[in-house]
Structure formats: structure tokens, C-alpha cells
């Protein structure tokens, strides 16, 4: 009785029942039918103990954290810095697009977030330029999924949460992966450009830049020691793979730092005078806003605050940024950012805490043996079943939202796969991309529907237009599948996968 809770469960969501209320209802009414009364008690009990989690506790604070930079004006800064940057290319503004994504995925780490504040900047911009509406938001759709590929991640964090992962390995893992979804996308919009008659380049440069010298200064320190850690980064990536070679050298990290740091300040003057004066003004704008990623990131790495702490701190930084350094908000503004973020909070918390509940069930109910017999049966090839696995999860995708699925399939699946040779963090990657490309993807994507309401288009005008990114992300989701070094290469590198 109780393996029937799945087909139980897509019916409720069929007939329009919300997705926390189906992860409930479906077991609940199966446990009364077979007479498990007493089960029930436990099911809904579990709702409460699946949110009660120290590690949960990131996910609050990476909203709040967006949210602010969000109502701090960021995102005009990066859409100035990324127009200054891609504007120059043919189909510029669809390149600024997806490039605002990918910068916009270090704050906040949610591709609904994503949509919506960079949709309502761009499509509009889009189409004063001479793009369709329609074209505008299946850009920004498509691009939205990299929000929670690139660190820092809402569904990698409750994936560490459910399946006892490194939450910063996970983070390291999917840069490369976001990265490339986002190249692969301007591929898409180049090809297009000529096919479609996108409109012609135009490098966008706001002339009459402002920056006050407060801000100016922080921009000028965090730029030397940004470049400095990133010259550092190279010489201790180039240390490691000479040591595969049987090379060793061994260098204080902080003695190489403090090396490279004059170093970074005479290439940075050289560059100074290479560029004009208002695109060295948006470039410094941008500065405070990029550190976001690189102080959860950096201080995760070298040990300072584990990823939880890292939230709080990402928290902490945007206030900073925001009242005293840009003076973008005001004490009147904190409220309703307070507030939507307490909303997109709790609604991510009450599915975490649902889709626990509902994993009672699962295990109650011996599915996951069921599974992973019948999974075996299929194969014993390890590439053929991870073809299979792609397709399950790709359509799984498309009508069940990115932090349940990972909460109902990842027991399931991870055990499997990682007794058949796949590394965790590798499985871990696989399913985090291909349920996050699930938003995006025909009929029932969460993301479609908010760059509809965004952008005033129909869910199935926008579906058509953004088939082409969609085969992109899938070609992606299959080369990180089949190409293991590629999501790995970074954890394994700082130590954070052995």
C-alpha cells in the first residue's frame, strides 16, 4: 500500500494541491488507509525536526543577503559593469543578460530571485533596443538557472544537509559547471545573432560617472587584494600540478600573498591608463557588490567560518555595503527586505521540512531497496544508468521544484550510484544541475511562470523561444556526467575532496 505514495503524490500536484501540502497529504492519507495511525503522529512531526538543522540556518541568511544587495541598487551596478564589458558584441544586451546572471548568482543563489530582478531591468531594456519581449525573457529564464549552480548554492546546501556532504565542496564544484552554462548560452545568443538579425554592438559606457571617494578607496584596496589573491591562487595551482609531476614546493600562503600584492598594484596602475575614465568608474562601482562571493568563498577556504557562519557574515557585508558604503538604503527600507526574505525563507524551510516528512515514508515503505533493484536490473553499466538517471531527473525536473526532488531522490539514488564508482560530490553535482535546468524546462518550470508574470508574455511563447539554451544546459548536464575532472578538478585541488 504504502509504494503507492508517489503516484498518490502526482496526483495531488495534477488537480493543483501546493507541493508542501502534497508531500504531506499523499502519505498521510496512505499511512491512515493501511492503518498506521500511530505513523501519521510521526510523519508530521518530522516537518518541525527536518528545519530544525544548524547547517538549514545558510539558507535564510544567503535570501536576506540577496535581498539587501538587491534593495541596495546592486543590481544597476552590475548591469552597468556587465554592459561596459559585452555591450561592444552583436546581441549585446542578451550577452549582458546572461553575464548579470552569473555575477548576480554570487548574491543571491536562487534563480527565481534571479528572474525577477534582473527581468525586470532587462526585458524592458531588451525591448527598447529592438529585441521581441518574448526573445528577452526566454534569455532571462535560461540564464536564471545558473543562480544556484554558482556558489553560493540554496539546493547544494540542502543537499549537504540531506546526504552528510561538505557543503564547501559542493560550492567549489559547481563554479566551473555555472561557468559553463553561462558560455554556452552566449554561444547560443552569437549563433542567433546573425540568423535572427539581433540588434547591432554598441558599446554601452554611461558617461558622467560619480563614485564618492569613500567608495573609491575600498575599490582601489579590495581590487589590489583581489588581484594579489588571485595571482596567489595561480601559484598555488600551478604548485599542485607540478606536484603530480613529483615536483614539490612548499611556500607560506601569506608570505606568496604579500609577494604577488605590489606586484597586483603596478599591473593594476598599467591597466589604469588603458582605459577610459567612465568604464574605470563602473568597473570600480562594481567592486564592493563582487565581494559577496569571494568572502563566502575565501573564508570558507582558508578556514575562517564554515559555510553556515559564512551566511551570517555574507548577511553582515551587505548591510555594510549598502548603509555606509554605497548609502543605498536607508533604516526605512530594512523592513520590507526583512520581509521578503522572512517569505522566501519560509516557504524553501516548509518544503525542506515536508520533504523530510515525506522521506519517512519513503523509508517506511522500502522503496529505495525497490528502486535501486530495479535500477540495477536495467544495467550493470555505470555510464548507461547515469544516461537513464539524466533523463529521470531532466523530466522529474519540469514539474517538481529543485529542493524537494533532491530531498525525496537523493537518498534513493546517491547509495546507488555511489556503489557503482560515482564520487559523491560528482552525483551530488550531476542531480543539483539537472533538477536547477528543471526550472527552466517546459511545462511546468517555476522560472517560466515568473518571467511571464515579469514580463507580461505567455508561459508558451516564452517555452518555444527558449528551447535552443534549454539543448545547451542539457549538453552541459551530460559533459559534466561523462567528464568527471570537470566539477572535480576544483575540491580535489584545495583539498576539500580527496
Not at 528572474?115 to 529564464?141: D, H
Not at 537518498?411 to 527552466?440: C, E, K, Q, R
Not at 517555452?463 to 552541459?476: C, D, N, Q, T
Not at 567528464?483 to 578538478?489: Q, Y
Request: hydrophobic share 60%; charged share 10%.
Amino acid at each position: 500500500m504504502l509504494a503507492l505514495f508517489l503516484p498518490v503524490f502526482l496526483v495531488f500536484l495534477m488537480i493543483g494541491l501546493p507541493v508542501v501540502f502534497a508531500l504531506l497529504f499523499a502519505p498521510g492519507l496512505l499511512l491512515m488507509l493501511n492503518g498506521q495511525e500511530r505513523d501519521i503522529a510521526l510523519l508530521y512531526r518530522n516537518v518541525y525536526n527536518g528545519m530544525d538543522s544548524f547547517p538549514l540556518m545558510a539558507l535564510p541568511f544567503f535570501v536576506l543577503a540577496g535581498e539587501l544587495m538587491n534593495r541596495g541598487g546592486i543590481t544597476t551596478r552590475l548591469v552597468e559593469f556587465s554592459q561596459a564589458l559585452m555591450g561592444h558584441m552583436r546581441g549585446g544586451l542578451a550577452h549582458v543578460n546572461i553575464l548579470s546572471s552569473i555575477l548576480f548568482a554570487g548574491l543571491s543563489g536562487s534563480a527565481v530571485a534571479d528572474t525577477s530582478a534582473l527581468g525586470s531591468t532587462l526585458i524592458p531594456a531588451m525591448e527598447k533596443n529592438g529585441y521581441t519581449r518574448t526573445f528577452a525573457a526566454a534569455v532571462t529564464a535560461a540564464s536564471s538557472v545558473i543562480g544556484p549552480i554558482i556558489p553560493p548554492s540554496g539546493i547544494m546546501i540542502i543537499y549537504a544537509y540531506v546526504m552528510g556532504e561538505s557543503v564547501a565542496a559542493l560550492f567549489l564544484a559547481g563554479i566551473v559547471p555555472g561557468i559553463m552554462v553561462g558560455v554556452g548560452l552566449m554561444l547560443v545568443v552569437r549563433l542567433m545573432a546573425d540568423k535572427y538579425d539581433l540588434p547591432k554592438a554598441e558599446r554601452i559606457v554611461h558617461t558622467g560617472q560619480t563614485i564618492t571617494r569613500l567608495e573609491s578607496y575600498v575599490s582601489f584596496v579590495l581590487l589590489r587584494l583581489n588581484f594579489a589573491g588571485v595571482l596567489a591562487g595561480l601559484f598555488f595551482g600551478v604548485s599542485a600540478l607540478l606536484r603530480l609531476a613529483g615536483v614539490h614546493i612548499t611556500a607560506n600562503g601569506w608570505l606568496v600573498f604579500l609577494v604577488f600584492l605590489p606586484i597586483a598594484h603596478l599591473l593594476l596602475m598599467r591597466l589604469r591608463t588603458k582605459v577610459q575614465p567612465d568604464f574605470r568608474i563602473i568597473c570600480k562601482k562594481a567592486v564592493a557588490p563582487l565581494q559577496t562571493p569571494i568572502i563566502i568563498l575565501g573564508g570558507i577556504l582558508v578556514g575562517v567560518f564554515t559555510p553556515t557562519e559564512a551566511s551570517a557574515v555574507a548577511v553582515a557585508y551587505a548591510l555594510v555595503v549598502s548603509f555606509f558604503i554605497l548609502r543605498s538604503m536607508k533604516v526605512g527600507d530594512l523592513p520590507a527586505a526583512l520581509l521578503r526574505a522572512a517569505l522566501s525563507s519560509s516557504t524553501v524551510l516548509l518544503l525542506v521540512g515536508a520533504a523530510v516528512a515525506f522521506k519517512t515514508v519513503v523509508s517506511l515503505s522500502h522503496a529505495p531497496e525497490t528502486m535501486a533493484h530495479f535500477i540495477l536490473n536495467l544495467s550493470n553499466n555505470p555510464l548507461i544508468l547515469l544516461f537513464l538517471i539524466n533523463i529521470l531527473l531532466f523530466v522529474v525536473g519540469m514539474f517538481l521544484d529543485a529542493g524537494p526532488a533532491i530531498i525525496i531522490l537523493g537518498p534513493i539514488l546517491g547509495p546507488i550510484f555511489v556503489d557503482l564508482g560515482v564520487h559523491p560530490v560528482h552525483f551530488a553535482i550531476i542531480m543539483s544541475v539537472n533538477l536547477t535546468v528543471g526550472l527552466a524546462t517546459p511545462p511546468m518550470g517555476l522560472v517560466l511562470f515568473v518571467a511571464s508574470s515579469v514580463s507580461g508574455e505567455k508561459v508558451e511563447a516564452i517555452s518555444r523561444a527558449i528551447l535552443p539554451f534549454l539543448l545547451v544546459e542539457v549538453a552541459v548536464i551530460f559533459l559534466i556526467t561523462y567528464v568527471p575532472a570537470i566539477c572535480m578538478t576544483i575540491p580535489r585541488l584545495t583539498g576539500f575532496v580527496q
